[in-house]
């Protein structure tokens, strides 16, 4: 006899005494996530909060990236975007990459002051970086969107 009991995103199968566990596939919540970083990060230029726009802008592209390993049945772990990149089972353009390596650099330095030799990462950012970071993780989010078969 086989059954099945959920509870939220696990499952367990019941096959005769036997219990299995399945992970569901939680690639479009990241993916949904990273949307929301998105947001967020255009929301922190708006009001002038350039570090956190350009945060927020890496953990769009960090997270849209793991969506896209999920989806592909895969386990994605750390923070270095164009690792997670070059991780992925498929040919990645270059210019992507190097994209993926401008938002790795704001991963730390925009949250820590010890992320320079002094001042506070406030002091560090502005415009520039945080229309750069938020045009980069749109690019990688378009990217993952449509590795998904998914649009816009």
């Not at 991780?87 to 949250?111: C, F, G, N, Q, W």
Request: one cysteine or more; aromatic letters at 12%.
């Amino acid at each position: 006899m086989r059954h099945v009991k959920s509870s939220g995103s696990v499952k367990a199968i019941y096959v005769g005494n036997l219990k299995l566990f399945v992970v569901a596939n939680r690639s479009l919540d990241w993916l949904r996530q990273a949307e929301e970083d998105l947001k967020h990060a255009e929301y922190s230029f708006k009001i002038g909060d350039y570090e956190w726009a350009c945060f927020a802008s890496q953990q769009s592209a960090e997270k849209a990236i793991k969506a896209l390993h999920l989806h592909l049945g895969q386990e994605a772990w750390g923070h270095v975007i164009a690792k997670l990149l070059k991780e992925l089972p498929m040919d990645v353009p270059e210019d992507l990459i190097d994209k993926a390596k401008v938002l790795d650099a704001y991963y730390v330095s925009t949250r820590y002051p010890n992320g320079f030799p002094e001042g506070a990462p406030f002091e560090h950012f502005g415009k520039l970086q945080a229309q750069e970071a938020i045009k980069y993780a749109g690019e990688i989010l378009e990217f993952v969107r449509s590795k998904m078969g998914l649009q816009g």
